[in-house]
T-cell receptor, first 112, second 113 residues
Framework: GQQLNQSPQSMFIQEGEDVSMNCTSSSIFNTWLWYKQDPGEGPVLLIA?????ELTSNGRLTAQFGITRKDSFLNISASIPSDVGIYFCAGQLGGGADGLTFGKGTHLIIQP | GAVVSQHPSRVICKSGTSVKIECRSLDFQATTMFWYRQFPKQSLMLMAT?????????EQGVEKDKFLINHASLTLSTLTVTSAHPEDSSFYIC?????????FGQGTRLTVV
């Protein structure tokens, strides 16, 4: 089956720093999504990407859908304490009938 | 975004009993819902695709007789973990799609003792 390689696995940064994480795949995906998950909660959608090359922002978050459709990155600028959590990339092969394939997650820890 | 509600949020059951988890789309209709399982410190793994009015589609390695899925209406899918065992203890999360975006419920923490 498809696999998503997400890196880094964890990040320890200072408040105010910028963050970058990425996902790569051995397969082509038609949609890339980025989620944030807090402990004991379901994932919350941050950004959805639908076209190769697409660059989308949501506040301090920016994500891009790679040209090859096999990769995506998420950047967070000027991190704040509430950015702490686990970030997952997810890819979808086809249309609405397909479930998502998730990366292993990036655990973001912000030191004051 | 769309709201997906999952109930219960936590459940503890005895080994050998069955547990039902509900997933509702609150402000939209969903002909397809998805069930995921997440073990501690791991990623979400797709278990099955729930289709309204028809049989669910299970991923490889997921026992359909153990994880019963019923999608009786356009706003409700249920997952029943039958004859639960401690190794079934996990975080179960449902998802429904609207406008090309997948929205998730709050998750259900199942502990089998």
């Amino acid at each position: 089956g498809q696999q998503l390689n997400q890196s880094p696995q964890s990040m320890f940064i200072q408040e105010g720093e910028d963050v970058s994480m990425n996902c790569t795949s051995s397969s082509i995906f038609n949609t890339w999504l980025w989620y944030k998950q807090d402990p004991g909660e379901g994932p919350v959608l941050l950004i959805a990407l639908y076209k190769a090359g697409e660059l989308t922002s949501n506040g301090r978050l920016t994500a891009q859908f790679g040209i090859t459709r096999k990769d995506s990155f998420l950047n967070i600028s000027a991190s704040i304490p509430s950015d702490v959590g686990i970030y997952f990339c997810a890819g979808q092969l086809g249309g609405g009938a397909d479930g998502l394939t998730f990366g292993k997650g990036t655990h973001l820890i912000i030191q004051p | 975004g769309a709201v997906v509600s999952q109930h219960p949020s936590r459940v503890i059951c005895k080994s050998g009993t069955s547990v039902k988890i509900e997933c509702r789309s609150l402000d939209f209709q969903a002909t397809t819902m998805f069930w995921y399982r997440q073990f501690p410190k791991q990623s979400l793994m797709l278990m099955a695709t729930s289709n309204e009015g028809s049989k669910a589609t299970y991923e490889q390695g997921v026992e359909k007789d153990k994880f019963l899925i019923n999608h009786a209406s356009l706003t409700l899918s249920t997952l029943t973990v039958t004859s639960a065992h401690p190794e079934d203890s996990s975080f179960y999360i449902c998802s429904a799609r609207q406008g090309g975006r997948a929205f998730f419920g709050q998750g259900t923490r199942l502990t089998v003792v």
